[in-house]
């Protein structure tokens, strides 16, 4: 990947901190002054050490070299919500996963793609009872998808916007069933439901 005028831009490390915060007495000069650069460096090519596991490359590009992007003509400032996309080879692409949020369009839209092509995708839960290595109270947990019930589970489930957990946190209050479908959410996600339910009674 070049820029417009044909240079080629770095990929760097992702540098993994304990504490993620910027100390603007830290990255400034001996003149006190704060470059775009160092400010760069702390925003793009710093993570929490709790996503160290992914060993995250980058590459960060301006706006201006999207051809989609036009820069606006404006005298205010504002914030701009659009996506701006940059053109590339999928060869590079070895693998994708699916965000916890992520919308079931969006997750078709992609798997569609996936598929024409032979991407393997992969889904993301969170689930607040494990302990991440870290201590932290919630764990991620990328789960391959390797047939077409657990593909048409994963494309039909709707985002996972709080992390799953169970009873014995504190966090919920109890409701009392007498069969797994009289779950509340059992209708949106009934294959997921029952996949799990099984594995529960199996290795209880």
């Keep these: 990947m070049k820029s417009k005028e044909g240079d080629e831009y770095t ?7 304990d504490d993620y915060s ?3 007495d830290e990255i400034a000069d001996e003149s006190g002054n704060i470059t775009v650069a160092s400010i760069h460096d702390e925003l793009f090519y710093k993570k929490t ?5 992914e060993n995250e490359y980058r590459m960060v590009r301006p706006l201006t070299d999207s051809p989609y992007y036009t820069a606006p003509n404006l005298r205010h400032i504002f914030t701009d919500l659009r996506v701006y996309l940059f053109p590339f080879d999928t060869d590079c692409i070895s693998s994708i996963v699916f965000g916890a949020n992520m919308s079931v369009e969006n997750k078709r839209l992609i798997s569609q793609y996936c598929q024409s092509r032979n991407i393997p995708y992969l889904q993301s839960f969170l689930f607040r009872d494990y302990i991440d290595r870290f201590g932290k109270p919630t764990s ?3 789960l391959p998808i390797t047939s077409s019930r657990e593909r048409q589970a994963v494309l039909n489930s709707k985002p996972q916007l709080f992390c799953t957990d169970t009873i014995s946190h504190g966090h919920q209050t ?3 069933i007498a069969d797994i479908k009289e779950l509340p959410y059992y209708d949106v996600y009934p294959e997921i439901v029952d996949e799990l339910y099984a594995d529960l009674l199996e290795n209880k």
């Design 140 to 142: 991620i947990h990328i």
């Design 49 to 53: 050490s709790r996503w160290e596991h």
């Design 11 to 17: 990929v760097r490390k992702v540098a993994y901190v």
């Design 22 to 24: 910027i100390n603007l």
């Design 174 to 176: 109890t409701t009392k």
